[in-house]
DNA sequence: CCTCCCGTACGTACGCTGTACGTCTCGACA
DNA sequence: TGTCGAGACGTACAGCGTACGTACGGGAGG
């Protein structure tokens, strides 16, 4: 058994998110899964916050970004949303963790960081780039939850809503719309609404041009 | 002293969490408010996830959607989502409370059927309606997220990020563009994506009709 | 009026949590 | 060989959700 490090607690601390889920996690767990006293954690992570950002970290950095200069804009932050995206595919269950964890490391910024000089060098102003930049992180993030299944009123997938559950008298259009609401291609619904967004945008800088 | 009953156990659930947060929710510190003994809780409410959708339906509950049918449909679906952006203004601290938890209640289930209706009644298909649906969901809740501070990475706003926090060679556009990034009036930054939204899903069943 | 019964309030207790603190062991170096 | 520091670990404490047992108070039936 290799000594104890942070990194080993941190790979245990994903391992555990994803096949128990975020609340499973305490550091005991974590430590009887390393076969390691509690305390003995404590000498390489300051707390169990700590840990919780380091995991963030991790897995943020591990997405890749990677980014042709050279390609239309719309194609770069399309590139970038996806990128982002895979993160609910590599570590679906620990999703949550890492956007409603502030990182002001380097691997937290840096997706702001490509994003915004996107939209600068495709001629938005600061101010608009800013917003635009905000526009597309709550759209990415509000997929994200509803891919990983942590808004789950709005966004009834796994068989949660069936058409016989609903009052068709109260409620006429979930009952219609029942086998639409209950199947989601998050791929395809992602780039929908995506493309969208970008389509919209793309139209606002075009007319300003003008 | 009025008698122990489910309501003034949810009325205090919520002014608990927005008095000092959601982690500060324990069925002891909401028995202590109360003046009542921790057990006596149980009497009107299962346990402690059920108080926590008791309150996410009142809130929800409160949501004012006062809708004209007679409306044109973008104006109607503009009204929706900042009917729900209003939960962000009357219970910041509860919303993450809100979004998270799945109800099938009437409460949670009414505002999608009045999107869905209203989708419906513009013109759109089935499957269409629900794609668009999601688009506005997930725009909705990612914006009221970042409203919150419940995902603060990539929503630098009280002051998080300031221009002498960030090494001007690792990230130019973060420290040319620091005070719009910790600048930010929600309702303008919503409005601003709202109405993109709209524009492009107008473009959309323009293009589809002619 | 007396009695019984049931809903409500409450105390105790168990297993869990994060972590402060003290101790012990072991390898490196003077 | 003696010393010292770092890391592993045990114990302990306050707080958590809640299962269980108990006590009380008011309405229903005799």
Not at 105 to 122: D, N
């Amino acid at each position: 058994m290799p000594p104890l490090n942070r990194g080993r607690i941190v790979a245990a601390a994903i391992d555990l998110i994803e096949r128990e889920g975020a609340d499973a996690v305490s550091m005991r767990r974590i430590a009887a899964d390393l076969e390691v006293g509690v305390m003995s954690l404590y000498n390489h992570v300051p707390n169990k916050s700590a840990l919780l950002d380091a995991v963030s970290e991790t897995i943020l950095s591990e997405v890749e970004f990677t980014d042709d200069p050279a390609a239309p804009w719309t194609g770069r932050v399309r590139m970038q949303a996806r990128a982002f995206r895979q993160i609910a595919h590599t570590h679906p269950r620990s999703t949550m963790v890492v956007v409603s964890r502030q990182l002001k490391s380097a691997a937290g910024m840096l997706p702001v960081e490509r994003a915004l000089s996107t939209l600068r060098e495709a001629g938005f102003g600061e101010r608009e780039a800013v917003q635009i930049f905000r526009v597309f992180i709550a759209y990415v993030i509000g997929s994200l939850l509803r891919e990983v299944g942590v808004t789950p009123t709005f966004a009834p997938v796994h068989g949660a809503i069936r058409a016989d559950d609903v009052d068709p008298e109260l409620f006429p259009e979930i009952g219609a719309l029942a086998p639409h609401l209950s199947a989601c291609d998050h791929e395809a619904e992602f780039d929908f609404g995506l493309d969208l967004l970008i389509e919209a945008i793309a139209g606002r800088l075009a007319q300003r041009t003008t």
